[in-house]
């Protein structure tokens, strides 16, 4: 992770072939997941981070670098994609920490991570974009999203979701 962390700190970029691995492999674990995931405290939860690579990696930096990461539950709203310009990067970092740490990252679909959102906002021009327009890579990024838990119960005290979840 932390190699990932810098290449892509430095614009540096992931194959499509690459991608599309992190991509399926995401999938796979998402479609494990029920749509209501039950959780105990403690957890990190995170908001709209809606393409702010940077943002993502100063959070972590504040927040989250300083806890064994096998040991810390990080809870992610949605919305992960479309407004800024790195959606695709925070997707890649976000799936290969869920890869890595299948039980401690918990990501949610927001109303952002619908193919009807993605093709009105920027997201789907960013992916065909930076690979030389290929719809199945963006394909592939919507099943990602339809595989998504959409809620998460912690302690049976807190509901969490994102505000609006797309039809």
């Known amino acids: 992770m932390d190699k990932l962390r810098k290449h892509m700190l430095a614009e540096g970029h992931i194959s499509k072939p690459e991608l599309i691995e992190v991509i399926l492999e995401a999938?796979?674990?998402l479609r494990r997941e029920p749509n209501v995931i039950r959780i105990k405290e403690p957890v990190i939860i995170v908001g709209d981070i809606h393409g702010?690579?940077?943002d993502l990696i100063h959070m972590f930096e504040k927040v989250v670098d300083s806890r064994d990461l096998s040991n810390?539950?990080?809870l992610f709203l949605g919305d992960?994609?479309?407004r800024g310009n790195y959606?695709?990067?925070?997707?890649?970092?976000?799936?290969?920490l869920k890869i890595n740490y299948p039980g401690?990252?918990?990501?949610?679909?927001?109303?952002h991570e619908s193919r009807a959102m993605t093709e009105h906002f920027t997201f789907r021009e960013e992916v065909l974009r930076k690979y030389d327009g290929d719809e199945s890579v963006y394909d592939a990024f919507i099943e990602s999203f339809e595989s998504m838990p959409l809620s998460a119960d912690v302690n049976?005290?807190?509901l969490c979701m994102h505000g609006g979840i797309s039809p």
């Not at 959606?87 to 290969?96: A, D, K, N, R, T």
């Not at 401690?104 to 109303?111: F, S």
């Open 27 to 29: 999938t796979k674990i």
């Open 87 to 96: 959606s695709i990067e925070v997707c890649i970092f976000l799936y290969c």
């Open 72 to 74: 810390t539950k990080l």
């Open 104 to 111: 401690e990252i918990l990501l949610l679909r927001g109303n």
């Open 52 to 54: 702010q690579f940077y």
């Open 156 to 158: 049976g005290d807190y």
């Open 80 to 82: 992960y994609v479309d």
